[in-house]
């Protein structure tokens, strides 16, 4: 059985194949940089200038589904819908 033809896609959205990652790849291992100009990202974005709490939080099966229902509709995640409706009920 032939290996199916693996391939990647980049940020940008462009497809690559392995060929091309191993050419990227020793282009990168021959060239010289400077690390220290080099911002290094870890984790999830931050939500403000401080680091975030997590606060587990346990709903009912129908909380979820109208939580998820949401979700599909607004395009936003779970999280992100959670944020605004505690910050609305806390604003008001």
Partial sequence: MKKANPHYVLKSGRVISDRELEIMSEKITHEQFDLSQIKRLRGR???????????PVRLNADLVDELDLRVHDSGQTRSEVI??????????
């Fill in 83 to 92: 944020r605004l409706a505690l910050k609305n009920y806390l604003a008001s």
């Fill in 45 to 55: 974005p931050r939500l403000g200038k401080d680091p975030s709490v997590i606060v």
